[in-house]
């Protein structure tokens, strides 16, 4: 079994900045692609940025010049630095990771919750 664990969310003013952590433990042997994704009240989920296991990024265009993910496999983390964040950045924010065992099974985190106030 794996775990996801998530940590850095919180209150912001707008134009502020955060950073979250999703730290993975378990029965790992490595792991692929991480993602974050978000879910703001009465809206689907929708994904912000996916890094590979070779550091190769993708941005949801809303976010692209503003946030950026990031990862330390040696301590299967994964980050994402949320720079000049907008009151439309408050969501829900959730990481997925793509671990391999004996097979590739994926993994979701708890979530942690970002407000930015205008």
């Known amino acids: 079994q794996v775990q996801l664990v998530e940590s850095g969310g919180g209150l912001v003013q707008a134009g502020g900045s955060l950073r979250l952590s999703c730290a993975a433990s378990g029965s790992i042997f490595s792991i692929s692609a991480m993602r974050w994704y978000r879910q703001a009240p009465g809206k689907q989920r929708e994904l912000v940025a996916v890094i590979t296991s070779i550091g190769s990024t993708n941005y949801a265009d809303s976010v692209k010049g503003r946030f950026a993910i990031s990862r330390d496999n040696a301590k299967n983390t994964v980050y994402l630095q949320m720079n000049s964040l907008k009151p439309e950045d408050t969501a829900v924010y959730y990481c997925?990771?793509?671990?391999?065992?004996?097979?590739?099974?994926?993994?979701w985190g708890q979530g942690t919750q970002v407000t930015v106030s205008s």
């Open positions: 997925h990771a793509e671990v391999i065992w004996n097979r590739l099974n994926d993994y």
